[in-house]
Nanobody
Framework: QVRLVESGGGSVQAGGSLTLSCAASGVTVNSYCMGWFRQAPGKGREEVARMSRFTTTTYADSVKGRFTISKDNAKSTLYLRMNSLKPEDTGMYYC??????????????WGQGTQVTVSS
């Protein structure tokens, strides 16, 4: 059974940093496509970052240079380091995983989310 559990969210002032974690069970993070998504109040869900099984990374333009996706295979954990946070980064952040070969942004498994609030 696949389970993804996010943690590390919280409230921070603009310019601050947070690191989100996603503890994965039932999947092998080193052979799955893993990603982070977010959803702001009243808006649709958007992809923030993605890492393929080959560790190729993709970022949304809005977070390039500020966010870094990484993983620890031994701990079966995915991370999202967020620097220089802006109020528009506020939202619920979700971890996602998919076992298909191509990491094309479609994900079968989702966590419950962790809230990030950035104040100005």
């Amino acid at each position: 059974q696949v389970r993804l559990v996010e943690s590390g969210g919280g409230s921070v002032q603009a310019g601050g940093s947070l690191t989100l974690s996603c503890a994965a069970s039932g999947v092998t993070v080193n052979s799955y496509c893993m990603g982070w998504f977010r959803q702001a109040p009243g808006k649709g869900r958007e992809e923030v970052a993605r890492m393929s099984r080959f560790t190729t990374t993709t970022y949304a333009d809005s977070v390039k240079g500020r966010f870094t996706i990484s993983k620890d295979n031994a701990k079966s954990t995915l991370y999202l380091r967020m620097n220089s946070l802006k109020p528009e980064d506020t939202g619920m952040y979700y971890c996602a995983a998919d076992g298909r070969y191509w990491c094309n942004g479609d994900f079968a498994y989702w966590g419950q989310g962790t809230q990030v609030t950035v104040s100005s």
